[in-house]
Structures are given as structure tokens and as C-alpha cells.
């Protein structure tokens, strides 16, 4: 736990209160005091001048379940100001889990957030089964973030009902022990639960948690509302189907006193009008005591797609088996007239979000495998189309072919229009987050989310003061996450805190690296231009420059 002192800095602490200047000091990782000209008394001296002294941003939805396992700095999170994270969203988690259902969970868990099941089963100790014995061995894990977690309702309903989890509705026995199990994470620390209405594995099947009936939720949230915790969750695809979830959700919670947080609030370019209705519903459901807030993240959702093991094509049976299959599978695939005919009814009959065949024109093409193709890198799938001609699954196939299915194509499925996503942003229901940062690595990185939020939207746009979004980032996650001790700066809270002049930060493009375990790649961002990002106490980034100190771990809902 470090002592210093931070010195000539403008003070926003969390609250939305105007900057002032300020120097704040630090004792044991805590807050000591903050006023004027404080004496220095032996400690480290911090210079903050010409910048911003912040409390550490908290960022709600990650999934570094598996990631604190092989860095435990969590890269490049601290250069981007955030010091504490939440994993097990996603109705996901790596607790409670017998060992005999070990493979089959981790595959759900690979596939849903795609990261490699033979990296998690070598990389993950896997030496626990109940929630509580997964807190006791994280708990001896140092990390430079401080991590809290969600426990998943898959997972409790797995651990229940084992394979029946995933084909019918609970019996009154097992919906009372999974109440207990739930009642014994939140006491070992869980943040809250989380829920999916949206996730399929890698066959096609629904989550454990569709299964779930009036009976079942209203059991769950009575016991997330004894322990003051909250609940995340993931609706359905379509705008009337989450609007219908949001309101059946709304029902539990406004009875039991608990808040939501659903997953995730974009302006979804295919249906310019979705944000806006669904901001009416979650208004309307708060007008009824319903606290649901939409997880809202500042950052274009551009995709790379590609075709191995992805759930990019998830919502068209016939492709989704082509992507899970091996490559000889692939290609002997592609040359069958009778998967070809599949393919093309399927194309025709289900909508796919993720990668949209009805609109080729937004596919374009990112990477190929064969030098002769490059010209075609960044035109589309609708230029190959109406060049090639014939049914566009067909035509996708061929082309997959020739590159050996190693190509690429990139897709901007949300949040390209900054005006749209600034009146989100602004929106008393919704809560700033939803970054999902650990998972889908290859697709994208969701890293950086916080100083793309303070540069394009309080320094180039202006659409937050300062202080709003700083508030937004720090004091209100902790308020509705139920967080006490963090995001304010005052005596007594815990000393994370990030330092950074408003002119010097910078988001910049997303790359790849090889450091992941096995040399496998991810997609990261460089540092932000963060002058300094301190976890109880002590300097875990300076400069861009990540250090050796890991003064933070897993912690408590209650710590």
C-alpha cells in the first residue's frame, strides 16, 4: 500500500462537482486528505500540474475472466486510465463448475467470447468448483486492476441441473438450490449475477439461462435484492423482443429493489430508430420503479470477421457448421451441391446480424490469403457479387475457397454516427460501459473505450463537460454498481486514481500483437498519454510505461 502525495493537479473527483485545484494525499492506499497546499511529509511527490487528478475509471463489462491468469496487468486497461474492473458478465464465469462438465463449459466459454478452449484449459489452473473456492484462489492472485466478478446463471443452473439445464424450465427443489448457491457467491463476494436471453454455444442452443421461468427469476432477484446486489444481463436481437425482456425483467426488479444493467445500448445503423425506442421503454419501466440501465460504450462497433470458430454466422445454421468445422471439413464443405443448397435457403431465411448477406455493400473485404487478390482489400462483398454474379452465399463460399478460408472482411455494425451516440451517452438511462474488453480479440479490441469517451466527446465534440464524464467513469459506476470505497476522491476512499491532461490524450488505431500464451494474436491499442494510473496507492502505469507494481487482486463487492 503506497504514501504520496499528489501535487498541483485540478481535482475532479468523481461527484460531477466542478474541477478545483487541489493536492491529495495518500496513506496506506487511502485517501488521507484533500486541500490546498498540503504539506509534504516524506512521501513520494506526485507533480500534477497542467493536468486532470481523477478517481481510477471503472470499467463494468470485461471479460478477463481467463486473462488474469497470464497477465495480471490486464494490457493496455491501466495506460487507459481504468483501475478497476468487473468479469463474469454474460450469464459466463468459470464458477461454480464441476470437473467433470469442465470441457464442455469451457467451450461454451470459448466460443460465446471467443478465446481459444485449449489456451483457457492450459493457461487456468482450474483448481476450484464452487464460487467460493474460485474467490479463495483469485483472492492469491496479485493484479495491477482490482477485479470483482459477477457468478453466472448458466453456471448455477449448470451446476444444478447438469445437461438438463439446457432443455427445460426448473423444478421448485432446484430453483431453491439455486437460490442457495447464488445466496453463497454473493456472500463470498459476487458483485451480483448475470443473465443472457441472447447467447447460443457452438452447436446453435440456447444458454441455459432461456430456460428460466417467471418462478425461477423472480426466486433469484428476491435473493440479489436480501444482499443489495445487482444483475446484469443480455436480451434477444430484435428491437420488439429486448423491449418485451426489458419489461419482464422490469418486473422482478422494481418488486425486489434491485437494479439492472442490460447489455448493451447502441445505435444500431441498420435500425436508426432502436436507441431511441428503447430509451423510451427503459424511461417508462423507471417511471415504474423499474431501474434498468443501458450499458452504452462511446466506440464505432467495427467487426473483423472471419471463419474460423467465430460466432460471426451463428444466426445461419448452414455457414455456423462451416465455421466450427475444421479446414479440410471447410473445403470438402464448399464442394457438397447439398450444403451448398442449405447454405443458400438459410441465407435466405435467417436474418444475420453480425454479418449481414442482405446488405453485401457494408462487407468490406480486410484481408486475403492470395497476393493476387489484393486488389479487392477494401471493396465488397457486394462489388464481388455484381462482378462475379450468383447467389451471394455462393459467391462468399468461392471466395472462400480460393483464399483457403483465410480472408477477412470487416463490418461497422453500430455507433457510426457520433451524434446519435452523443444523445445515448447523454441519457440519464444509460450507463457508460459495455466495453467488453478481454474477450473477441481477434475481432476487436475494446480496450480504450474511457479515452475515446474524453477525447471525441468532452475535448473534440464537447457533448460531456469534464466532469460529467469523469462522474460518469467513477462515481456513478460505483453508486449503481454498489461499490462503496471507490469512485470519489475523498478521505477515506481508496486511492485509484488516474492523472491525465485532457490535450495529451490519444486513442489510437487497434493492432496486433503476438503475446497471448502459444504466441496466438490479439487486437491492442497503445497507451492513451495517461500521465500516471495509481491502485491503492502505488504508480501501476506512468507515462505510457506499464511497472512491476501489482498492488491490487480480487476483491469483495463490499471491499
Known sequence: MGDLIIKGGTVVDGTGAPGRLADIRVAGGTIAEVGVDLPVRGERVIRADGAVVAPGFIDSHTHFDATVFWDPWCDPMPQHGVTTVVAGNCSLGFAPMRPADRKAQIDVFSFIEDLPADMLEEAIPWNWETFGDFAEALSH??????????VGHAQIRSYVMGADAWIRVATAEEIAAMADILSDALTCGALGMSFSLYDRDRQGRLVPSCFADD???????????????????????TTDVIIGQLEWFGGFLARHNVVGFYNILVHLDSDPERSRRLRACLEALHRKGAQIFGMASP????????????????AVPAWNELVQAQLPDKRRMVDDSAWRDRARADVDSHV??????????????????DAALQPWIGRTLGDLIAERGGHPSDVLADWLLENDFAATFTF???????????????????????????????????????????????RDRGDLT???????LTGRQAELLRLPGRGTLAPGQAADITIFALDELRYG????VDDLPGGRQR??????????????????QEAGALTDALPAGWRSRAE
Open 141 to 150: 492472485k496479485p493484479l495491477a486492476l482490482n477485479l470483482l466478478t459477477f
Open 215 to 237: 418462478a425461477e427469476m423472480d426466486a433469484l432477484v428476491a435473493k440479489l435484492g436480501e444482499h443489495d446486489a445487482v444483475l446484469q444481463f443480455v436480451p434477444g436481437d
Open 299 to 314: 466506440r464505432p462497433f467495427e467487426l473483423s470477421l472471419g471463419f474460423e470458430g467465430s460466432m460471426c454466422l451463428l
Open 352 to 369: 444475420s446480424v453480425m454479418f449481414p448477406f442482405d446488405k453485401p455493400d457494408l462487407l468490406p473485404i480486410n484481408s486475403v490469403a
Open 412 to 458: 461497422a455494425i453500430a455507433n457510426t454516427d457520433l451524434a446519435e451516440v452523443a444523445g445515448i451517452l447523454k441519457s440519464p438511462v444509460a450507463f457508460i460501459s459495455g466495453s467488453d474488453a478481454g474477450a473477441h480479440l481477434q475481432m476487436f479490441c475494446a480496450a480504450g473505450d474511457t479515452t475515446l469517451l474524453l477525447t471525441r466527446f468532452v
Open 466 to 472: 469534464l466532469e460529467e464524464a469523469v462522474h460518469a
Open 509 to 512: 488505431p487497434q493492432r496486433l
Open 523 to 540: 487486437l491492442t491499442r497503445d497507451p492513451g498519454g495517461y500521465r500516471y494510473t495509481i491502485v491503492t496507492g502505488e504508480v501501476v
